[in-house]
DNA sequence: TACAAAAGTTAGCTTTGGCTAAATTGTGTA
DNA sequence: TACACAATTTAGCCAAAGCTAACTTTTGTA
C-alpha cells in the first residue's frame, strides 16, 4: 500500500468501497446508456419550444440555440428521421411525429422537474437552468420522484 | 402555428423560453466540455479507490468495475499517462502521479458531497450511487455549495 | 422577375470511446 | 524450471458527434 491517495474518509466512501464490482458497473453503465439519448432528448425538446414560440422550428436556430454547426444538425436530424421522431421535407422546416411530441413532451416535464427543483433548493435561475441540462439526463425515477415532493413541501408555504 | 407540442406552460418555461439563444447554448455547451472530462475523472477517481482497497490498481480490474473490455481501458490509460496523470510501466500496475492523486481527491469529494446530498434529501444509498455517478460531472460551484449546505442543514438535528 | 443573400445539404475529415481478435508478457504451480 | 493460464497490449474495426468547404435550394428585395 505505497502512497494511498485517500484522506479524509466517511461513511459515503466505506459505502461506495464496499460495493461489489458489478453493482459499481451498473452506475458507469447507465452513464454510457444515458449518454447515447442525450442528443435525441434535447433536441426534440428544443425542437418543441421553437414550435412553441415561433411556429416552426428551422434548423439554423436549432443550431444557434444549440451553439452547433448547421451540418451538424443537418446530420443529428437525419437520425431524428431515421428514429421516426420528426418528419422534413428538404429544405422545408421541421415537424414532430406523434411519438416525438411525446417524447419532447416526457422531456420538457423532466427538466421542469429539475429546474423547479435546484430553485426551490436555493440556485439561481440562471444556474438552474444551466446545470438541469446536463443533470436532466442523469436522474432515475426515484429521484425524480424525491425533487418532485420537496419542490412541492418547500412551495407549500 | 399548426399543433403547437406544448402544454402545461409553467413560469419555469416561460423562463427557459425568454433567454436569449446564446444564454441557452452556453448551458449545451458546458454539457459538451464536461463530457471530454468524464472518462478521465471516472478513471482517476477509481484508480485511486483501487490503490486504497487493494494497495495497487490493475487494468483488469478498473476493466471490471467500469464494466469494459480490458483493451477499452489499455487505450484509454495512454490518454491519462499523455495528460501526466498516471504512471505506469508496461505490464505493470498504476500509479498516480501528485496532479493525477489531486485530480482524484476532488473527483472523489465532488462524488461525496452529490450522494451525502441525495441521500440527505430522501434517496436510497443504491439510487444516490447510481445517479451520482451522472450527476456529478455536471454540478457547477454554485449548486454544490447549496447541496454541501442542504446536507449540513439536515444532518444537525 | 432577376439575383444576391440566407438557409439547408452533402462530402469528407477528426476525435472519442466502445468493441473483437490476436500477439505479447508475467506468474503460479506441477 | 517448465508451461499453462491470466493479464496486458496492439491492431484494426465501428458509431457518434463535432467540424470546414463546397454545393444546392429557397427567399426577400431591388
Ligand atoms: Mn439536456
Ligand atoms: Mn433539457
Ligand atoms: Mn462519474
Ligand atoms: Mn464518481
Redesign the interface.
Known sequence: ????????M?E??E???N?S?D?????????RT??QS?MVE?YVELI??L???N?AARPV?IA?????TQPTVSKNLNRLKREGLILQEPYRSI??TEEG?QL??AC??R??IV??F??A???????????????E????E??LS?FR??TRERSKS
Open positions: 500500500m505505497t502512497c494511498d491517495p485517500m484522506s479524509d466517511t459515503t466512501d459505502n461506495a468501497l460495493r464490482p453493482e459499481q458497473a451498473s452506475g458507469f453503465e447507465a452513464v444515458a449518454h442525450e434535447d418543441a419550444e414550435i412553441h414560440m411556429g436556430e444557434e440555440r444549440l451553439g452547433v415537424r414532430l411530441r419532447a413532451e420538457r416535464k427538466h421542469r429546474v423547479d435546484l430553485v433548493l436555493g440556485v439561481s435561475q440562471e444556474v438552474a437552468e444551466y446545470d438541469a441540462e446536463g443533470i439526463h442523469h436522474v432515475s426515484e429521484t424525491v415532493a420537496f
